[in-house]
Each structure stands twice: as structure tokens, then as C-alpha cells.
């Protein structure tokens, strides 16, 4: 069993950047973060493949999200800058066996999931 516990959300001001960290107990996993905006299915936005060497971004978050690990902290970090309105949302981390870095955006692909942390952008 894993545990994920994301910290990290807070409101800040369009244009302002914000690392968020997801804690893994267990062993080592491929994670994911998701965001869900109200009203909106859960979205894929960034994910690393179990020993942090391939990643994938969706469309919309490429060149300001990166996603990273610290192995010996058992952490996978969502580094967020030139945020926007559009990306107040929900965000989660999931973590999944071995997903293949195609897959790496995929909700189906993860069996573990955290409670998420909120992230809100005022323009």
C-alpha cells in the first residue's frame, strides 16, 4: 500500500510560481499529477516514469510545470510558474506501477492517489 500526501497549494496571484510536493511512502512508483477544476473532469498535466528518467507535460502546461524527483526524500515535486487563472484547480499526485512513459498522463494507469492540494491563480 501506498500513501501520497500533497502539500504545497495556495492562492496566489497570476504571473507567481509555486512548487508543489508529493510525499510516497513505500517503495518507488511512477507518479502523475493531476489538477480538477470545479465543474471539470481530472486532467493529467505532468508525470515521471518509476526512476525519475523519461517525463511527459500535456499541451498546456509545457515550458512553465516540470516535474522532478528527490529519491532519497521519496518526493516527486511539481514545480508551477507563470501560473494563470485557468490553472486554479485541485491538483493531485498519483503514483502507478512501471507506466510507460505514453501512458504517463493516463488516470487509469495509477492505483494510489492522494487528497489532493489546492491551487488557486487571481488574476
Known amino acids: 500500500q501506498v500513501q501520497l500526501v500533497e502539500s504545497g497549494g495556495t492562492s496566489v496571484q497570476a504571473g507567481g510560481s509555486l512548487r508543489l510536493s508529493c510525499a510516497a511512502s513505500?517503495?518507488?512508483?511512477?507518479v502523475a499529477w493531476f489538477l480538477q477544476a470545479r465543474g471539470k473532469e481530472r486532467e493529467g498535466v505532468a508525470g515521471?516514469?518509476?526512476?525519475?528518467?523519461?517525463?511527459r507535460y500535456a499541451d498546456s502546461v509545457k515550458g512553465r510545470f516540470s516535474i522532478f524527483q528527490i529519491s532519497a526524500k521519496n518526493t516527486v515535486y511539481l514545480q508551477v510558474d507563470s501560473l494563470k487563472p485557468e490553472d486554479t484547480a485541485m491538483y493531485y499526485c498519483?503514483?502507478?506501477?512501471?507506466?510507460?512513459?505514453?501512458?504517463?498522463?493516463?488516470?487509469?494507469?495509477?492505483?494510489?492517489w492522494g487528497q489532493g492540494t489546492q491551487v488557486t491563480v487571481s488574476s
Open positions: 498519483a503514483a502507478g506501477n512501471w507506466v510507460r512513459r505514453w501512458f504517463l498522463l493516463s488516470a487509469k494507469e495509477y492505483n494510489f
Open positions: 513505500g517503495i518507488t512508483y511512477s
Open positions: 515521471i516514469d518509476t526512476g525519475g528518467v523519461s517525463t
